[in-house]
Protein backbone atom coordinates (compact mmCIF):
# COMPACT_ATOMS: atom_id res chain seq x y z
CA UNK A 1 0.00 0.00 0.00
CA UNK A 2 1.37 3.53 -0.88
CA UNK A 3 0.77 6.00 1.49
CA UNK A 4 1.28 9.83 0.31
CA UNK A 5 2.22 12.65 2.35
CA UNK A 6 1.91 16.54 1.09
CA UNK A 7 3.78 19.40 2.56
CA UNK A 8 4.91 22.52 1.18
CA UNK A 9 1.64 24.52 2.20
CA UNK A 10 1.56 27.87 3.56
CA UNK A 11 0.07 32.02 3.52
CA UNK A 12 1.21 33.95 0.49
CA UNK A 13 0.08 36.83 -0.57
CA UNK A 14 -1.55 36.95 -4.40
CA UNK A 15 0.98 36.95 -7.28
CA UNK A 16 3.22 35.12 -4.75
CA UNK A 17 4.47 31.24 -5.77
CA UNK A 18 4.50 27.86 -3.61
CA UNK A 19 5.98 24.58 -4.59
CA UNK A 20 3.79 22.04 -3.19
CA UNK A 21 5.33 18.20 -2.77
CA UNK A 22 4.28 14.92 -2.40
CA UNK A 23 6.13 11.79 -1.38
CA UNK A 24 5.47 8.45 -1.33
CA UNK A 25 6.17 5.40 0.57
CA UNK A 26 5.88 1.90 -0.28
CA UNK A 27 5.94 0.22 -3.88
CA UNK A 28 4.29 1.39 -7.20
CA UNK A 29 4.95 5.27 -7.20
CA UNK A 30 7.51 5.31 -10.23
CA UNK A 31 4.33 2.97 -12.61
CA UNK A 32 1.62 5.42 -11.77
CA UNK A 33 0.07 8.76 -13.01
CA UNK A 34 -1.02 10.89 -10.09
CA UNK A 35 -2.81 13.97 -9.38
CA UNK A 36 -3.45 17.05 -7.46
CA UNK A 37 -6.72 18.29 -6.31
CA UNK A 38 -7.76 20.71 -4.07
CA UNK A 39 -10.63 21.78 -2.09
CA UNK A 40 -11.58 25.03 -0.71
CA UNK A 41 -14.61 24.88 2.94
CA UNK A 42 -18.17 24.53 1.24
CA UNK A 43 -16.83 23.45 -2.20
CA UNK A 44 -16.28 20.23 -4.21
CA UNK A 45 -13.16 18.48 -4.56
CA UNK A 46 -11.21 20.22 -8.00
CA UNK A 47 -9.07 19.26 -10.43
CA UNK A 48 -5.76 21.26 -10.49
CA UNK A 49 -3.16 18.94 -12.44
CA UNK A 50 -1.90 15.77 -13.84
CA UNK A 51 1.17 13.39 -14.74
CA UNK A 52 1.87 9.86 -16.19
CA UNK A 53 4.37 7.71 -14.75
CA UNK A 54 7.47 9.08 -16.56
CA UNK A 55 6.52 13.45 -16.45
CA UNK A 56 6.13 13.20 -20.30
CA UNK A 57 2.60 13.47 -19.86
CA UNK A 58 0.18 16.20 -17.99
CA UNK A 59 -3.14 17.09 -17.63
CA UNK A 60 -3.83 20.97 -15.89
CA UNK A 61 -7.21 22.63 -15.49
CA UNK A 62 -7.66 25.35 -17.76
CA UNK A 63 -7.94 27.46 -14.60
CA UNK A 64 -4.53 27.22 -13.35
CA UNK A 65 -2.46 26.64 -17.23
CA UNK A 66 -0.16 28.69 -17.36
CA UNK A 67 0.85 29.38 -13.95
CA UNK A 68 1.21 25.91 -12.31
CA UNK A 69 3.38 22.90 -13.09
CA UNK A 70 3.40 19.85 -11.96
CA UNK A 71 6.46 17.70 -12.03
CA UNK A 72 7.74 14.37 -10.48
CA UNK A 73 11.39 12.69 -9.64
CA UNK A 74 10.84 9.17 -9.32
CA UNK A 75 14.19 8.01 -7.92
CA UNK A 76 13.21 10.33 -4.48
CA UNK A 77 9.82 8.68 -5.15
CA UNK A 78 8.26 12.83 -4.95
CA UNK A 79 5.61 14.50 -6.73
CA UNK A 80 5.64 18.23 -6.93
CA UNK A 81 3.13 21.40 -7.79
CA UNK A 82 4.99 24.59 -8.46
CA UNK A 83 1.77 27.44 -7.96
CA UNK A 84 3.14 31.07 -9.29
CA UNK A 85 1.03 34.12 -9.62
CA UNK A 86 -0.95 32.95 -7.24
CA UNK A 87 -4.70 34.22 -6.89
CA UNK A 88 -7.24 34.46 -4.37
CA UNK A 89 -9.49 32.06 -5.50
CA UNK A 90 -6.79 29.15 -4.74
CA UNK A 91 -7.03 28.93 -1.18
CA UNK A 92 -7.62 25.29 -0.50
CA UNK A 93 -6.48 22.58 1.14
CA UNK A 94 -4.46 20.56 -1.88
CA UNK A 95 -4.01 16.93 -1.76
CA UNK A 96 -2.15 14.54 -4.26
CA UNK A 97 -3.42 10.91 -5.17
CA UNK A 98 -2.65 8.10 -7.26
CA UNK A 99 -4.59 7.12 -10.89
CA UNK A 100 -6.17 4.04 -9.76
CA UNK A 101 -5.98 3.38 -13.98
CA UNK A 102 -1.95 3.16 -14.38
CA UNK A 103 -2.23 6.17 -17.74
CA UNK A 104 -5.12 7.73 -17.02
CA UNK A 105 -4.89 11.43 -16.16
CA UNK A 106 -8.09 13.05 -16.49
CA UNK A 107 -9.75 15.03 -14.27
CA UNK A 108 -12.31 12.73 -12.48
CA UNK A 109 -11.38 12.23 -8.77
CA UNK A 110 -13.12 8.98 -8.18
CA UNK A 111 -10.40 7.79 -10.10
CA UNK A 112 -7.99 8.17 -7.93
CA UNK A 113 -7.37 6.91 -4.99
CA UNK A 114 -4.63 6.26 -1.91
CA UNK A 115 -5.05 9.96 -1.24
CA UNK A 116 -2.77 12.35 1.49
CA UNK A 117 -3.79 14.07 4.47
CA UNK A 118 -3.27 17.24 2.41
CA UNK A 119 -1.70 20.92 3.17
CA UNK A 120 -3.31 23.75 3.35
CA UNK A 121 -2.85 26.82 0.74
CA UNK A 122 -3.62 30.37 1.78
CA UNK A 123 -3.87 33.16 -0.43
CA UNK A 124 -4.10 36.74 0.77
CA UNK A 125 -5.24 39.68 -1.44
Known amino acids: QVQLVESGGGLVQAGGSLRLSCTASGRTFSNSAMGWFRQAPGKECEFVAA????????NYADSVKGRFTISRDNAKATMYLQMNSLKPEATAAYYC??????????????????WGQGTQVTVSS
Open 51 to 58: INWSGGMT
Open 97 to 114: AISRAQFYIGSDHKAYGN
